[in-house]
């Protein structure tokens, strides 16, 4: 996808789902075909349940649906999601290629003309993460570095608008309800002209103007305190020009010390009664935190194989299982867990399992 047009106009699209969510699997065709795929998801990963909850997808078979989350608890690429960095595209090809000869590859994949898997982490908690992907024929063959850079510039796009559907609820959001959905929100919200003229705030927003720490209403319209907020209000003019800008995401910091998270998107589906103007949403930013897979990686310097072989220990596989789970030989994974016991100074699985999970952030949670 080389036309700034085409691709201003999907990331157009991509907003648009984040108040009409039943418009993802459309969207979804749009992003495969921009990558000459054949399949596209959104999905959310519990390895340690083992579950995956699928929020949507494209051109999915129901029956591969219900196979891989049957044979999720087999999925060796799962734990790898818990270390991988939010928000970079990964490629079965080139970073998972044992993948083919796993169990759950030949199980769910096999002798589908189904070949390359490009996945992004768009979002993370201790026990869980989110992704998009989407997924390459045989004849097309692996996706190449243009392919991961479109992923790369899509993957912030996909996550502001799944954070805000997530905000302001997972349903279409009509004209005559969207002020009720808003002003029920903690979250400081506001809808504003391109110009900064404010159409609605929500009694958050009501609190967060009054404080004048970051953004002021001066004779109706939004004004930027200091000069991080000044820039961000002035990305707004360029709403007004032909769709060319579609989304903001700052984080403001206060003459305190403060720091707001501030996203927002043009409301192309908002309606006739506010037109399209621009939803802006301040919140408190996501506290920082690193899974133990995350930890333990960075901390012991383990290498892929290492972290693959650590992930099925965690998940409770003999070394006979994780072999062929994995699609490995018995004793190269044995060698990697022998690595491993070596990186970490331990002995036994239990210990070793101790010793990861005591890595988890406190700062981190359960997403349910």
């Known amino acids: 996808m080389k036309p700034d047009q085409a691709f201003s106009d999907l990331i157009g699209r991509i907003y648009d789902c984040a108040l009409d969510t039943s418009a993802w699997p459309a969207v979804l065709g749009e992003i495969t075909q921009a990558f000459g795929g054949v399949m596209a998801d959104l999905m959310v990963h519990e390895p340690f349940e083992p579950r995956q909850i699928i929020a949507a997808v494209h051109n999915w078979p129901d029956e591969l649906v219900a196979k891989v989350q049957a044979n999720v608890h087999i999925n060796p690429a799962l734990p790898i999601g818990l270390a991988a960095p939010v928000g970079q595209p990964l490629c079965t090809t080139r970073d998972f290629p044992e993948l083919h000869r796993s169990r759950f590859w030949r199980t769910c994949f096999m002798d589908r003309g189904i070949f390359d898997y490009i996945t992004t982490p768009l979002t993370r908690t201790v026990t869980s993460f989110a ?8 004849a097309r063959g692996a996706f190449g570095d243009e392919d991961l850079e479109l992923a790369r510039l899509l993957s912030p796009h996909i996550k502001r608008a799944v954070d805000i559907s997530g905000v302001i609820g997972h349903r279409r959001v009509e004209a005559g309800t969207l002020r009720a959905a808003l002003d029920a929100l903690a979250t400081a919200a506001l809808i504003v002209e391109p110009d900064g003229t404010v159409l609605f705030r929500n009694r958050a927003a009501d609190q967060e103007l009054a404080s004048q720490k970051l953004l002021r209403d001066h004779n109706g319209r939004l004004v930027g305190v200091t000069p991080e907020a000044v820039r961000l209000l002035g990305t707004l003019g360029s709403f007004s020009t032909g769709r060319t800008h579609h989304g903001i995401d700052a984080f403001l910091t206060d003459s305190a010390g403060r720091t707001m998270h501030a996203t927002g998107a043009a409301l192309d589906q908002a309606g006739e009664e506010i037109g399209s103007p621009i939803l802006v949403l301040l919140r408190e930013p996501e ?82």
């Open 131 to 138: 992704t998009w992907g989407v997924v390459g024929s045989e």
């Open 287 to 368: 506290a920082a935190f690193t899974t133990p897979l995350a930890s333990a990686a960075s901390l012991y310097r383990l290498t892929i194989g290492e972290l693959q072989v650590l992930g099925q220990v965690l998940q409770g596989h003999t070394l006979a299982d994780a072999a062929d789970i994995l699609g490995l030989a018995r004793s190269t994974v044995k060698t990697h867990l022998e690595g491993i016991y070596r990186k970490t100074q331990t002995n036994r699985q239990a210990e070793l399992v101790s010793r990861i999970m005591s890595l988890a952030s406190p700062l981190g949670g359960r997403r349910d």
